[in-house]
């Protein structure tokens, strides 16, 4: 198969996902991303804790950000251009990334065939998240690691990739020790020469831009394992039983190529010198999964990297299956494969979750709107779980926004509640508490929340109009809804209809003002209660 050919094909796919890809997956794709670079270019943002106690490293979000001082550079900063370009770089790095791979499996058709499907893989290749650009790295690095033969080329994407995110070692450290067993030569002078030459030019360019940004000598690989592993912050944001990502979180990442990879398992268990880079790849497998389970917080990204490795032994599985199998029994295999990797990509990345993307297109082209005929600034409260949208990257516009902080207890405080904790306990008394009441000027000139809270603080929205109601998802917990809507504060002067379109008969007035003594201090508010009430009577 023509290798350029091969390369477009891979290319075209993750372009693809670029455009079809329209959903909210995990915070980390923009907070530790798109926002940094663009508080590095444009001089205004937010930078979450992890920026500021040091976890992080710049190697990515300065990238990005040398494609934002381009835009600005033309004046084409526009926030189509900010979210699309990052995401189109790192599609081609995804896309070259498969191109590897299907070098790496000698070239076979079901090699390709697997990345090219890969449900998670589609969903995540072209997301600027740290864990897919990881697992590029890992990709590229294991089809120039010396399976056969000697070779070292790999150090350099392998080193990157563990500076980019430590946790990437526990892969890496397994198929060195490796590496160095089966090397021919003498392990001083590959340690030596090879190892520790490429790893300290690695971390010196690491640490120092780090250090620079930091604006401190700053070893970040340092900080991430002591807040993550050592002070065990990590479980702050949720924990798993410990058995979760072999029973969980790697078979729904592979999804129906979890079948292939079974038999693949079961066949090197049994005869494994038939299988030697099997072997160990299974080897680093279990190995990195008996280390992550180790870490109460779990996520299904933090197994991505492991994606290539259970890939190229499902692809191996079916390239020896196929040899013997009839030309039927490949259709169906294939045709399997291919709708049960198509249905989770599609509902995922075209459906669920998609208000949270399409919430900020929209206060976007408001902000603008607003700033215009109401000749005021714009300033936005997001009553959310936090980091539930994008932020400055996805608006580009210097207002004002505010959003419910989710911080761990970094200073070890007892009974510590973040800020997003305390709102959803007492939503009305923390608005009280946070949010000023009087001139009605004085309120943010915008609010947005999921649905189901809007019953709950009506009195707060009493000086607001609903704006927008924005289709996000099915599934819902008890912090949000299916929709997401956004509140516009009413303008001096102009009556307050409180939504009236929203409500079509007495009880819904009665349940948007279940008390109306409460509401008497509200200016026009009483009255306009009592008109509603008339009109149903």
Known sequence: ?????????????????????KTFYVPDEYWQSLEVAHKITFGYGYLTWEWVQGLRSYLYPVLIAGIYKVLALLSLDTVKWLVVLPRLLQATLSAYSDYRFYI??????WGLFLIAVSWFWFYTGSRTLSNTLETSLTTIALSYFPWHGEGIAYLWPAALCCFLRPTAGIIWLPLVIYHLHKSKLRWTELVFKKFIIIGLLVATLSVGIDSYMHGRLLITPYEFLKYNVIQNIGSFYGSHPWHWYFTVGLPTVLGITFLPFLFGVIETIRNSNAY????????????????????EHKEFRFVCILLPLCLYVASDTLTRWSYKASRLSLWAVAILIIVGNAVPAWYLSTIHQRGRIDVMSKLDNIASEYKIEQNRPTSILFLMPCHST???????????????????????????????????ESPVHWLRSHIPSYPRSAKPSHVVLYEPLAETINEFLVDYKLLERVPNAEYINSRTGKHILIYQRLRDGEENKFNRNEFRNEDEVIVKYPNLAELKNIEGVYDEVETERNLFN
């Open 390 to 424: 994008p932020y400055y990257s996805h608006i580009h516009q210097n207002v004002t926004m505010r959003f419910l902080t989710c911080e761990p207890n970094l200073k070890r405080t007892s009974n510590y509640k973040d800020e997003a904790e305390l709102f959803f």
């Open 1 to 21: 198969m023509n290798l350029i050919l091969v390369f477009l094909f891979c290319l075209a796919v993750r372009t693809a996902s670029v455009f079809v890809v």
């Open 104 to 109: 790496w499996t000698g070239k076979k058709k």
């Open 276 to 295: 030697p880079t099997r072997k160990y790849l299974l080897l680093t497998v279990l190995l990195s999964l008996i280390v992550l389970s180790t870490v």
